[in-house]
């Protein structure tokens, strides 16, 4: 492949993936008529008791039409899937070494079903498709984690990446790992107000963390290639 094509799929899409993502999120959080898990009578979303998924629903825990919201927010989730599971199937090139292509590609795999599993739950707004809603929720971090865990020991044995990428994506994996116990161990949030927050801000903060890992790693594929 030349070397055009792989600066599209590992540096410009990514980053303008990441951008559209924002964009269309903002846009769907203003939109959002308003209503939570527990309490169905708040108004507008809330960044501590709303979920991600909440702008993704057909109909508000409002009981109010969801439309501009949930078209906004699963268009950018089946687009961010995509260039991701496409980033990944591209970035295993970098690491043809025969010491790093087998945990590239086991890396590149897991990584294309994580981009999958976005555009799953892009696809299944959860008041419709609640199940497959969480199952494609659920594996999506799951694959993510292994994803990243591979590509950190991959970075650290390249003898051109700097090892503070491989950190960054290390921290990436092991925040990964931390949202995957507290989503599965932590407090139940349908109990109170106290146990939703904890699983809304903790989504959030994994969410952000992965944004700024890949932005990050489009910055050292960016110096590699240079």
Known sequence: MKKNDLSLWLIELPRLALGVF???NIIAILSYPGGTYIDHTTIGYSFTRNFLSDLGRTFSFSEEVNFLSAQLFNMSLIWA??????FYLHVRR?????NLRT???IGSFFGVLGGFSLVGVGLTPADIYLDLHIICATWLFRFFFV?????SMVIFRHSKFENKYAMGYLIFTFSILLYIITSELGPDPKVNQFALTVQVVSQKMILFILMAAIYIQTIGLKKLSD
Do not use: E, Q
């Open 147 to 151: 994803a990243s865990l591979c590509y």
């Open 81 to 86: 899937g995509v260039i991701f599971a496409g």
């Open 94 to 98: 970098v690491f043809s070494a025969d």
């Open 103 to 105: 945990l590239a590609l």
């Open 22 to 24: 924002i964009v269309l």
